[in-house]
């Protein structure tokens, strides 16, 4: 259900809806809104969440393929709105990212995003589904760590898994001492912190599901596309006018982002963020511990957020998230 843009800009005089703090243990729904998932991977992603005490939702459609996808277009949203309408579930995690939600977007039910009030979580093809929730439900959802991708591993990263339950239970988490050789001075900069996958973002710009936030500490990566390809997305946010509305540009991991061609020139990712720092008139950082690797963070989308930049770094604040779990309950 796509909003008019009358209700849209209402809405945007609201404040955001918070998603509720998500309790231990848990109630974890699973979808497959994009690709179609490994069943071992996700067998295993299942086995970590159960042996920390959580129960765990998978519609049978999640282990549905059809094509490229975990089932038909049909299947997926049939999947996903049975989470949404089971009250028992806490947060709904993606089990795999891809491709897909594109094809579905315009099919999901906002307003039952939103009356929800679950966590959601994912990342790479997931931020359509965070930017949607966030211009068409304006609901607070989560960039992070996907059940087959990161918790079906033999053995999944320490530093994600701490920083996915905190993020999601506390409503104030830090990430400190982040290295970065930057040349800003000392500063304080706060805003509304949002972003992803620069495909996503830069494949939403112009519709519906891209949603209208200024002064933002926008936060990007990227996999396996080369530096002039990823120069040209920033470009057409930046063209389309919502990347120089933005307060700071923070980056992620660019995995195998490199030149591949020998016939031309090797344009760099270090090429890519001097032609960066020299259009943007705020902070363009790097080594945001986030994306397409094993140690990343979750980070909100949506949120408010405080960037303290220093002397060969900076740190990362954010609060007001979540909704605070009532006293005595779990």
Not at 63 to 80: C, I, K, M, P, S
Not at 266 to 274: A, D, I, L, R, T
Not at 296 to 312: D, H, M, N, Q, Y
Request: include cysteine; hydrophobic fraction near 40%.
């Amino acid at each position: 259900m796509i909003e008019t843009s009358h209700a849209v800009a209402a809405r945007r005089e609201r404040a955001p809806r918070l998603p509720r703090a998500v309790p231990e243990p848990a109630t974890i729904g699973v979808c497959g809104l994009s690709g179609r998932s490994d069943e071992a991977a996700l067998r295993h992603g299942v086995d970590y969440l159960r042996d920390l005490g959580n129960r765990v939702v998978m519609p049978e459609e999640t282990l549905h393929a059809w094509r490229y996808f975990a089932g038909t277009d049909d299947e997926r949203v049939r999947g996903f709105h049975a989470l949404l309408d089971d009250p028992a579930v806490d947060l709904v995690i993606a089990a795999r990212g891809g491709y897909g939600l594109s094809r579905i977007l315009h099919r999901i039910d906002w307003n039952r995003v939103a009356a929800s009030a679950k966590a959601f979580v994912g990342f790479s093809d997931f931020t359509a589904f965070n930017m949607a929730a966030y211009a068409c439900a304006n609901l607070v959802t989560f960039h992070g760590p996907m059940l087959s991708t990161d918790f079906g591993r033999p053995e999944p990263d320490g530093f994600t898994e701490q920083h996915f339950w905190l993020a999601l239970r506390r409503d104030t988490h830090r990430i400190d001492d982040i290295a970065c050789d930057h040349g800003y001075d000392a500063r304080r900069i706060d805003g509304p912190l949002w972003g992803g996958n620069l495909s996503m973002l830069a494949h939403l710009a112009g519709t519906a599901f891209f949603p209208a936030i200024d002064g933002g500490i926008l936060y990007v990566e990227e996999i396996a596309e080369e530096p002039y390809a990823i120069e040209r997305l920033f470009l057409q946010l930046y063209h389309a006018g919502s990347l120089g509305r933005q307060s700071a540009l923070v980056l992620g991991d660019f995995t195998d982002c490199e030149p591949v061609n020998p016939a031309r020139y090797p344009y760099s990712m270090e090429e890519v963020v001097e032609t960066l720092r020299l259009t943007l008139p705020f902070p363009v950082l790097t080594g945001l511990p986030f994306g397409h690797v094993r140690r990343k963070v979750t980070l909100p989308f949506g949120a408010p957020g405080t960037l303290s930049i220093r002397e060969g770094g900076y740190s990362l604040r954010f609060s007001g998230h979540v909704e605070k779990m009532v006293s005595g309950t779990n």
